[in-house]
């Protein structure tokens, strides 16, 4: 039941601490980009990496020479795994790791990874490090910077020169880092068991009246410990004679320990908390700072769609000039439509009509003359707005560069004026020069003259042939039928008085006023004709206009948007600084955020880690 319940702890242990470690490794992709959180806040999200990548760490500090090295080798039964020496041969810090095969990874800095197949080191990481004397200096100050990442210190100092005065300076370093500290005594096969005695009371007198505290204290002998595990044998007897069954006792009820092994889990996890509080002010500070940023994009957003209103304006000025050529070119036509089929010219109208029905108006046409309606048109001039739409289409351009050039202007002092404001880390991150284009194009609006002529001539010449054609055929309708009314008058005065003999009623009488009536009615409709073959000419001109204001509209607001991408252009060095460190800020929060309730998640599961559960409850 023990060994399932350890393995449950093992096992649960070990997803929390993979779960601390992404958690820390994705803080360590965002915090070194955070303006205004130190590079020292950053080094101790680091730290909590190493704490968080590491199962438990029992780190060796001590002199030169005192065995360290032989201590590990000795625990992992691998005589030259670390080298051994008379003098000071470890100049690195040394890291061991559990792994499939042995392996030696040098970093590149003073630390090393050493890789190695040992049981051990599936619970526990050693950490192997320089000698602390001052006279290598740079080897104290190696591992003294790794001392607060232990979570044991191993002491370790020799059976003869047991509690030195230098070993007393170690201890007094150590207690200031507050790390648990265990003081080995090595060699101690050189004592006799008196000595042994005497040397670990003395050890502990001293600990107790000039440190003030008792820590454990282990006599082992490296030597004997190697030599149990010599020749691929395992001599239990001379290994516990050693010592160093006093490491794997320790080790064992360590880590079986719920209360310690959370103890391991919340020591990064509270690093992580710290930083993280100070990295979510930073982030709040450097947000509330560049508020003020912000506005100079917000109001570069709001110049440029007043710009671009005042532009639509002016095509939209345009447009109605257009549409108002289009109007005075309808009601003209309106004017000479009624001229030619005014009641005036009935008589007229139908004499032309009789010569056409019989074919000899075409004797009298020539085909370079302008047509009737031509001559109308003329007279009334109704084309000359349509011949005008040129001119009024041709102001568009030359109207919109202007605006776009004296804008860019504008926008190009303004982004100038608010980089000298900005503070230098800022400036010194935009990429580019704001400035005006050296060239500007109007194709959109030129490309647009040929399609635009066409609409025109259409209007001008093939409405006007229509127009003519309906009114030769109005006037043979009307020939037509006057004609026949006026047989009809005849052969009714023809039979007046028989008509009159054969009928109570005066019937001649009321046949003479219905033909008559045709005959006024006749000449009537030319100007009801006329008013009819207007309303279809305004149709076709109508549908005219829209064709010629649609193909205007789309190259105008092409031509808009060409200058409003001049505009973002100009000033994009800016607006390109101020979104991306908005977007780069927001997206700093948004990881914190996500961080914060992960934090919180672990935080809770760390609470109720190794504590019995009933229906789910911690108990």
Not at 207 to 218: A, H, K, N, T, V
Not at 305 to 311: C, D, E, I, L, T
Not at 431 to 451: C, F
């Amino acid at each position: 039941m023990t060994t399932s319940t350890d393995n449950r702890l093992a096992q649960d242990y070990e997803a929390l601490r993979r779960r601390e470690y992404t958690l820390i490794d994705d803080l360590l992709g965002v915090l070194p980009k955070i303006e205004k959180l130190g590079e020292d806040r950053v080094g101790q999200v680091r730290d909590a990496m190493f704490h968080a990548d590491h199962p438990f760490l029992m780190v060796f500090v001590g002199p030169f020479s005192s065995g360290k090295s032989s201590l590990i080798n000795a625990l992992l039964g691998a005589k030259d795994l670390l080298k051994i020496g008379p003098t000071p041969t470890t100049d690195r810090i040394s890291i061991l790791r559990w792994g499939d095969e042995p392996q030696d990874m040098n970093s590149g800095s003073r630390v090393d990874t050493v890789f190695y197949p040992s049981p051990l080191l599936r619970k526990v990481s050693f950490v192997d490090t320089p000698g602390l004397e001052s006279v290598f200096q740079h080897h104290e100050e190696t591992t003294r910077r790794f001392l607060h990442r232990s979570d044991v210190v191993m002491l370790v100092m020799l059976a003869t020169q047991a509690m030195s005065q230098a070993n007393i300076d170690y201890m007094k370093t150590l207690r200031e880092y507050g790390k648990k500290i265990i003081i080995v005594i090595n060699q101690s096969d050189l004592l006799s068991d008196e000595d042994r005695e005497t040397v670990r009371q003395y050890v502990a007198d001293q600990c107790r009246d000039l440190l003030g505290i008792e820590p454990p204290i282990w006599l082992v002998s490296a030597k004997q410990g190697t030599q149990a595990r010599s020749a691929g044998t395992f001599d239990e007897a001379l290994w516990k004679q050693s010592g160093m069954q006093q490491f794997e006792d320790y080790i064992e009820k360590q880590l079986s320990d719920a209360d310690r092994l959370r103890q391991k889990l919340q020591t990064p996890l509270q690093i992580v908390q710290n930083v993280h509080g100070a990295a979510l002010e930073a982030v709040k500070d450097n947000q509330s700072t560049f508020d003020q940023y912000r506005s100079i994009s917000d109001n570069i957003d709001q110049q440029l769609k007043s710009q671009r209103r005042g532009q639509e304006k002016a095509v939209r000025e345009v447009m109605a000039e257009v549409e108002a050529q289009f109007k005075d070119t309808a009601d003209r036509s309106g004017e000479a439509l009624h001229d030619v089929f005014r009641m005036g010219l009935a008589l007229p109208s139908f004499g032309r009509g009789v010569l056409e029905l019989f074919g000899i108006a075409r004797l009298f046409r020539r085909n370079d003359a302008p047509s009737h309606m031509e001559q109308a048109f003329s007279k009334y001039k109704v084309f000359e707005p349509i011949d005008n739409l040129p001119e009024v289409v041709d102001k568009l351009a030359p109207r919109l560069e202007a605006q776009d050039m004296q804008d860019i202007d504008n926008l190009v002092r303004y982004g100038q004026g608010e980089i000298q404001k900005l503070p230098e880390e800022l400036r010194s991150k935009i990429i580019g020069r704001i400035q005006a284009p050296a060239v500007y194009d109007r194709k959109e609006l030129l490309n647009l003259r040929e399609p635009l002529e066409l609409i025109e001539d259409e209007a001008r010449v093939l409405e006007t042939e229509k127009i003519e054609q309906a009114r030769r055929t109005t006037l043979l309708y009307l020939a037509i039928w006057e004609l026949i009314s006026f047989v009809l008058l005849i052969a009714l005065l023809g039979a007046w008085g028989a008509l009159d003999a054969a009928s109570d009623l005066p019937l001649n009488i009321i046949m003479l006023i219905v033909v008559l009536g045709a005959i006024v009615g006749g000449f009537a409709a030319l100007p009801l004709r006329g008013r009819m073959l207007h309303v279809q000419y305004v149709n076709r001109l109508h549908k005219l206009q829209n064709r010629y204001v649609e193909a205007l509209r789309q190259a105008a607001d092409r031509q808009v948007e060409y200058g409003m991408q001049l505009r973002r252009d100009a000033i994009a060095p800016l607006t390109r600084l101020v979104e991306a460190q908005a977007a780069i800020q927001d997206e700093q929060m948004a990881e914190l955020q996500k961080a914060e309730q992960e934090i919180h998640k672990l935080e809770s599961e760390l609470n109720a880690f190794g504590k019995r559960k009933l229906l789910g409850i911690s108990l």
